[in-house]
């Protein structure tokens, strides 16, 4: 069974710097690309970064372009998300997400899902 575990949520003030990992019980974690999305309170889930299967791509969301950075170690199934310059409207429950070959933005591309991680962001 195919596992996502989210780590490294927590409550940090604005301006402050956290560092999310999802660790991939995939057996083939370096078939599939990666990607972050979140969830703010009454909003829809939406795209926050995505990493190609070596690592060697990564896209953004604009909003958190130039903060934000995606990375992976394929030798240990996890991928990570640093996340700096953070504000209160990056509060949002953090899923990771894990989709086969290609990397996509979208939410109906992913084929697998983590339960959150929670990221509240305090001024």
């Known amino acids: 069974q195919v596992q996502l575990v989210e780590s490294g949520g927590g409550l940090v003030q604005a301006g402050g710097s956290l560092r999310l990992s999802c660790a991939a019980s995939?057996?083939?974690?370096?078939?599939?690309?990666m990607g972050w999305f979140r969830q703010a309170p009454g909003k829809e889930r939406e795209f926050v970064a995505a990493?190609?299967?070596?690592?060697?791509?990564?896209f953004y969301a604009d909003s958190v372009k130039g903060r934000f950075t995606i990375s992976r170690d394929n030798a240990k199934n996890t991928v990570y998300l640093q996340m700096n310059s953070l504000i209160p409207e990056d509060t949002a429950v953090y899923y990771c997400?894990?989709?086969?070959?290609?990397?996509?933005?979208?939410?109906?591309?992913?084929?697998?899902w983590g339960k959150g991680t929670l990221v509240t962001v305090f001024s």
């Open positions: 990493i190609t299967w070596s690592g060697g791509t990564t």
């Open positions: 997400a894990a989709m086969y070959r290609y990397c996509s933005r979208y939410v109906k591309d992913m084929n697998y």
């Open positions: 995939l057996r083939t974690f370096s078939a599939y690309a």
